[in-house]
């Protein structure tokens, strides 16, 4: 729920124009890593009485699958030009992906330091730097 700040009440070191209303304060992605907690915590909870639970208990494959079903489902959305439709979806990828982590012994902070290793980076140079997929365990891997 968003928080209703008076500008006032947050000091700046910019120089604005007062606002005639309240400004809201949004959610920041903390609620990402609260998420992952509450995921964590229900890894070992009654799967009848949660569907994190559930999801977990159904093993690795099913978690994966069911995030690339939301994943499409959001790609429906954005296609469609569907706004409201498409946040709504994108909160049920990235909740799928909270699962995915925890099924994989992932925290949220290891992507964090990823993402920030990454941040100042050209995509492109990055990309290039990663090395090539490997086939020989038989396994595919995505292709560059």
Known sequence: ????????????????AALPHPVLELPTAVVLDSLWSVVLSR???DPASSHSARLLSRGRAKVAQKFGEEAVECLIEAV?????????ESADVLYHLL??????????HE????????QGVSGI?????????HVADGQTRKIP
């Open 111 to 118: 992507v964090w330091a990823e993402l920030q290793r990454r």
């Open 1 to 16: 729920m968003a928080k209703v700040v008076k500008k006032a009440d947050k000091p700046s070191k910019r120089k604005t």
């Open 80 to 88: 469609a030009g569907n706004r409201a439709q498409l946040v709504a």
């Open 125 to 133: 140079a990055e990309k290039a730097a990663r090395s090539l997929p």
């Open 43 to 45: 890894r070992e909870a």
């Open 99 to 108: 699962v995915m982590w925890v099924d994989a012994g992932i925290s949220p």
